[in-house]
DNA sequence: TATGAATGAGCCTTCATTCAT
DNA sequence: AATGAATGAAGGCTCATTCAT
């Protein structure tokens, strides 16, 4: 066998790719992205068939790396506060943690370069944990408005606290977490 | 330079930009913005002097209507959950009336093309209606929060109840606005 | 009005797209026969939408005018061999004055880049010459084989003589088109 | 270095380039040719050098057995006609059976890929079925017009007969391949 | 020797901007 | 001022060839 496809290279790939996309959109050129991940113009191509494909592979990447952390074992005799509390918790501090990640979700949201299909591969994988969060809201919440809570507004206010977070100094960010999840706990309270 | 002669055609350039950028982001090329506008190539030039200074006008014009339409003249005696409750009525209903100025809003917003400049500008312009807001919320909130609540919070939870009631039927526009000004009145409680 | 798109820069593009194809084949690089026509490399794209577009368009060119070539009116009372004599000569005469637009047809007719619709117009073009040729034939030649010795063998002989021309010093020009005139009108009788 | 060990691989590249060369020309990819073939992409360089090389060797290879086919062993007593009949009807036969190789023979033809060493070797190979052919027509063909009937029209006839031949039905072959002889036979008496 | 990933020059095309009309 | 042809610098992608395995 010849030199196998490596690993590392397809994860420098991505790893510039996403650098660059958070300051310049989807923008950046191919040729800026090989530079930083320190390969030839044309080796982005032997590992991602086209930009737009770079483009969803990074997108389902970063969103798999987020759904693989809000899924949590809770501790036996957790109540439903303290359940939707640690994923939120997980959810603020792995927007803290990877804020280049964050801006790039953000620039691949709006972008038309993702398609629906990888889109609902994405929605797909917070199916869980979503359930999870609907679980220990049930009965607080009007379920008529559950849905709109859950699948809309959760997942905006974590979006904008960690917005905040990343621009926020470190001391403040416990703060903040807890005062978004404040406004999420009471505010969905029937 | 004095003002340019067709404000017309102004008007024709800035809407055609927001319709191709809403779509297909600040990728639409000037070439489609002029054919859409109905104008020359060229003549985009001589109303804006690069696609920059296109965006950034554009992006002026949306925020400036928007923040026009959020100055409000509260009926005498109107307690302070009715008066936040007009301007999220306002603001959400705007955003239903403009989808797609919304849309491009949420582009530009991600854009590194928007300056920092114009970013000031902007928010200045709901500097007013900002104030108005923090005095009805005053007493209510814990003040080490207002800032979080307000500046960031109202207006995320705007943006977001804003994309909900877009992809929605009209008849449940109202039930979300009402869902979502519930959520922070209620979650911004002391 | 703007500047009117220059029928002399066109020319000059298939002019210098046929100098390039005829020694290179259609390999021949848009940015080469920019630079050959004088022109900027953007510039072909404004006369024409894709290189498989000015292919096609050189070859319809190319065709056209041998075609125009070959409408003669003969002499009254001539008779039928010197009417075909007529054609073949123009035709030879034509292929050793253009020795590049010859070549170019030579690369064109094996390219897969020329579309069934371009070559379908084409054969259109000689349609009123093939039918005097036809005409001419009538009755010394066997009805089976007329339509080989015209549409198959009449052309390909021709493109033989050309190519045969081309390479050869002026003085045996004539002495050449004689001698395949010659082969083609005793080689048809019946 | 010696012959590469797989001549068997060799063919396969070969077969699979003139497939790939007859519908797509000289610019089919060396990737494809590979794949086609079943080696790898680099393989192909331990056979050929380059890929002008592979270009001129499979040139070599076609007109070799092309010019093999011709080599007739004539039967005793046969006259100038037949035998002149019967190189023209392995001619025609041979590309009826390898539309392929025609198609190839076409594309390099025209091609500046092919050096003129190669086709000097070329010639030489139908050299001695080109003096049988000579020495059968002497004697009824002006000498002054031998050198072109022989050398330009016999082969190029031939061509343009296999053409025909190639995109008709089986049961016409026959017919189109006396119609040509006997113009070709016809036509070049003095 | 065979493999196929890696390379980077080069290709066609797009596009913001300029400028002749 | 308005037009749209002209420009040439990128951009995404392909491909012959090299080279580590």
Redesign the pocket.
């Known amino acids: 066998?010849?030199?196998?496809?490596?690993e590392a290279?397809r994860d420098a790939i991505l790893t510039a790719a996403a650098k660059l996309i958070a300051t310049s959109g989807t923008?950046?050129?191919?040729?800026?992205i090989a530079k930083v991940a320190g390969?030839?113009?044309?080796?982005i191509?032997?590992?991602f068939?086209?930009?737009?494909n770079l483009l969803n592979e990074l997108f389902l990447e970063i969103e798999t790396d987020l759904a693989q952390t809000m899924k949590i074992v809770f501790p036996t005799n957790s109540d439903p506060r303290e359940r939707v509390w640690l994923i939120w918790d997980k959810l603020i501090d792995w927007g803290a943690a990877n804020p280049t990640w964050c801006k790039v979700l953000r620039q691949l949201k709006v972008s038309d370069r993702i398609t629906t299909e990888t889109r609902r591969i994405c929605n797909a994988l917070f199916h869980e944990s979503r359930d999870l969060v609907e679980r220990s809201m049930a009965g607080r919440v009007d379920p008529e408005r559950m849905t709109f809570y859950i699948d809309t507004v959760l997942i905006g206010l974590a979006d904008i606290t960690i917005d905040a977070v990343v621009i926020s100094p470190k001391e403040q960010h416990e703060q903040l977490k807890r005062a978004s999840f404040d406004l999420y706990w009471k505010g969905t309270a029937a």
Do not use: H, I
């Open positions: 066998m010849a030199r196998p496809l490596s290279k923008g950046a050129s191919t040729a800026s390969v030839a113009e044309g080796t191509f032997t590992y068939a086209t930009k737009d």
